[in-house]
């Protein structure tokens, strides 16, 4: 259950934007009686607990609003305050935040010039009643967090609002088209317009979804992330736009917001949009248009702030032309379009993604950093990945598993990576089928991989070259015509 600490960076907005339109300084302490936000003199005391006995201790204590106009003439409610003797407030007023009723801090302004002093005294009744609105958006807030955390964990799974934060720093490729695409990424981060990333599953496309809204301005705000083809058809109305009570048999009697409400302010990430049934999608066309939203039995219509990001690994163009996705929703979603390469596109970024996945397996199942064995790394950077980036993960984290002797090899691999199929010296002749041309492409392919690799794991071209007996510039040639890219 949410607590008044971790909305912390919204309390010190409110904090600093009250302050600068009132002209007074604002605080708000927690349940502990601890100082989360402040300004002024306050902001210095972030942190750290407000002195006993002070009057905001006792307004958390009983719940209730307060005020003291003239510290120096309505000094006892101040005598129990350790703090009393070196306080230069001269006036100040309180609010309790509560959470279904219960103190869970207090919010004030405080006054320390014979200016702000009259200002309290003169204004007290409007201040009072806009420290309680203040106190209610706080209050909304931490209940809306508690209905988010709720939500996380039913039945649906796959709708998630999840506080995995990731910026482009932890995103690794050096690929210089996928770096091509990061640099796009990182342009439109602020901007409010909709994205459509493309690509394979695996590829990235959620990573760089919570990149773009954890480094745009709509940081601190809820990224809300929807797999559109895992809700049922009959839920999946009322779970993107909410309901009202009574809405249908078995409707919680107050309502529910959907996910897009839930996302307010923030980004919704619309994840296999290509899967989202004929019958859903003028809707999502008519958020994408005006931006509201109608519960399911509602007559209103809420407006929203919301950016949308979708993802799909279908061919929408192909679907828009045999009718199963509308032409309408098709242009509306791909204003921003981005695409995500699959792995065997960017092999030359095995390496970083094996040391990026070790490192990551190694803390998290708490075993030293196992090194790799060059043949067996030889072998991962000529698989095909057809699940890209997440089947290579999946492969790191069962191999640091099942690990004992502190280098992963071949024999660490799992047998679904078909063993035999991964030695270093492979052919890619697996299919009868293929003939003498593709047998000879495959086998230079797989030649020019396995003596790419130095036996340290590192790429050496020039060594590389002089093993082979062929010159730098025909190595280059060749890797261009098998499209690898290093
Ligand atoms: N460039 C990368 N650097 C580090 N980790 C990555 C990278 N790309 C993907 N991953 C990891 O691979 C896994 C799959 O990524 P993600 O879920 O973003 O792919 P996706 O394209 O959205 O897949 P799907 O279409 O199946 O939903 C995640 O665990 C993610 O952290």
């Not at 014979?114 to 609105?133: D, Y």
């Not at 990430?269 to 509201?292: H, I, S």
């Not at 069962?398 to 679904?416: R, S």
């Amino acid at each position: 259950m949410a607590n008044i600490t971790q909305i912390r960076d919204f309390t010190q907005e409110c904090a600093d934007n009250l302050s600068k339109v009132i002209g007074l300084d604002v605080t708000v302490i927690d349940e502990n009686n601890i100082r989360i936000s402040g300004t002024g003199f306050h902001r210095e005391l972030i942190g750290k607990p407000v002195p006993a006995g002070s009057f905001f201790e006792t307004i958390l204590k009983t719940g209730r609003p307060g005020m003291i106009f003239d510290r120096r003439e309505n000094g006892e409610k101040c005598r129990q305050c350790l703090f009393n003797k070196q306080c230069t407030e001269l006036a100040t007023m309180g609010f309790p935040i509560t959470k279904r009723n219960k103190p869970v801090g207090v919010i004030g302004f405080i006054g320390f010039t014979s200016g702000q002093r009259e200002m309290i005294e003169k204004h007290a009744r409007s201040l009072t009643k806009f420290l309680q609105h203040m106190s209610t958006l706080f209050e909304n807030k931490l209940l809306l967090r508690d209905l988010n955390e709720e939500e996380n964990c039913q039945v649906h799974e796959q709708v998630t609002v999840s506080p995995k934060r990731y910026i482009f720093d932890d995103i690794v490729g050096e690929n210089e088209g996928f770096q091509r695409l990061i640099q796009k990424a990182r342009k439109i981060a602020d901007s409010p317009s909709t994205v459509l990333l493309r690509g394979e599953s695996g590829t990235g496309k959620e990573l760089i979804a919570r990149a773009i809204h954890f480094e745009g301005k709509r940081r601190k705000q809820p990224f809300i992330s929807v797999n559109c083809s895992a809700i049922p058809d009959s839920l999946l109305e009322s779970e993107l736009f909410g309901y009202e009570g009574g809405a249908f048999t078995g409707a919680k009697r107050q309502g529910c917001p959907g996910k897009f409400e839930l996302a307010d302010g923030g980004t919704i990430f619309l994840d296999e949009v290509g899967d989202l049934p004929l019958a859903m999608q003028p809707k999502l066309l008519r958020v994408l248009q005006e931006r509201c939203i109608e519960r399911v039995g509602g007559k209103n219509l809420t407006p929203l702030n919301i950016r949308i990001i979708a993802a799909t690994n279908k061919d929408l163009e192909a679907m828009v032309k045999n009718g199963s996705f509308r032409e309408d929703l098709y242009y509306r979603l791909n204003v921003i379009p981005l695409t995500c390469l699959p792995l065997k596109e960017r092999r030359g970024d095995i390496p970083a993604l094996l040391t990026h996945f070790i490192k990551k397996y190694g803390n998290i199942l708490n075993k030293n950093m196992p090194e790799m064995s060059s043949r067996l790394l030889h072998a991962l950077g000529n698989h095909d990945w057809p699940g890209n980036i997440r089947q290579l993960e999946n492969v790191v984290e069962y191999m640091i598993n099942m690990n004992d002797t502190g280098i992963l090899d071949i024999p660490d691999l799992p047998d679904y990576m078909g063993g035999a199929s991964l030695k270093p010296d492979r052919t890619g002749n697996k299919d009868p089928a293929l003939g003498l041309t593709e047998m000879t492409a495959n086998f230079e392919r797989s030649t020019l991989l396995k003596y790419l690799y130095s036996d340290n794991g590192t790429i050496d071209k020039a060594a590389a070259a002089k093993k082979l007996k062929i010159s730098l510039a025909t190595l280059y040639r060749k890797l261009e015509k098998h499209g690898i890219e290093l």
